[in-house]
């Protein structure tokens, strides 16, 4: 008989990452977040801003205040942390990607200020959405860090699992956040 593995089993080192010392400091944190991301900068980027935007129970979301009112807790972190990719030659073909699909469209040609204006939401489109990706994989290694823990919260009930309505929220673990302090 075939047996196949759990794939999603951990080692017993993986699923209890050590604890930060009691006197914390930012460099023990990098160093924690740097074994389990491939982006330990964007990483504490992320950690921060949830950090600092953390009410009193220490957590963030479903929903955050921004200049677009009430929006998702990943979108606010993608539009926080839209700025760095600027100057990214990816923005830039992808931009031109999306321009070029645009002006092969039939009719497209006729009013500039119309082609801008699609061209504009269709990159803001793009950004949002490989940002929320962005910001997933960043969230599930700091989880994994023991330094976030994320639920679901949203049409009916609490619930560990995403779906049906539910946003995240981003609960900042009491090490991490007086890691941060300290800085």
Partial sequence: MFHQPDLFEQS????????????????DLVERISTVSKRPRYALLVLKLIAQEAGS???VGPYVGSGKGRVPVRDWLCQALAPLAQRD???RAMIDAVHADLMSRPGNMADPEEVERQLEQEVQSRILRSGRTNVSRVVSDLVRAGL???HYQGYRVDHPNRGAQREAVYTITPEAKRALQRH
């Avoid at 017993?12 to 460099?27: D, E, N």
């Fill in 12 to 27: 017993p080192s993986a699923s209890r990452p050590p604890s930060l010392p009691v006197t914390s400091a930012l460099p």
């Fill in 57 to 59: 129970n220490d957590s």
């Fill in 89 to 91: 030659c990816r923005r």
């Fill in 148 to 150: 976030l823990r994320r």
